[in-house]
């Protein structure tokens, strides 16, 4: 099985039936869609959902670029909105604060899949809970685990693999 991870920011679209997504959410969220027909599937993940959030001229970061781009390769590779599944994860609310970025996240995602027509099969959204989210974009497969504690709690760059490249030296 070939791990690929999602970072922010990013999509990856795969037809390949060794191919497991994952990513780690908070406050983001991370869209699976896949078409069973076809084979083909692809995971985001967005950090802020629209422009005007915080603003700082990176397209990627936002749901409104993430989903157009994700999309559009599917449909590049012969997937059909009608035979579209997607499952919907993330949008928690990381830290006491007015302004919620999870919430915003969730909301913009519910919407925009109300607007557009899609099929959502499977939601986790909200919670104060961090998520590992992994999919199979081939089955359309997917598993999460929530976070053992709040997000802020944990140690999320821990469950990175590190490669031993040799010893270090400070001076």
Known sequence: MKRLTVIQGNYIISDDPDVLLTTVLGSCVAACVYDLNTGVGGMNHFLLSEQGDGDDGRDSLYGSYLMEVLLNDL???NARKRDMKVKLFGGAKMFDSRFDPGKRNSDFITRFMQDEGFDVTAASLG???GRRIEFHPVSGQTRQKMMTADI????VCASLKVRNHGELELF
């Open 127 to 129: 919670g104060t809970r």
């Open 152 to 155: 802020d709690e944990q140690k």
């Open 75 to 77: 449909y590049k590779r």
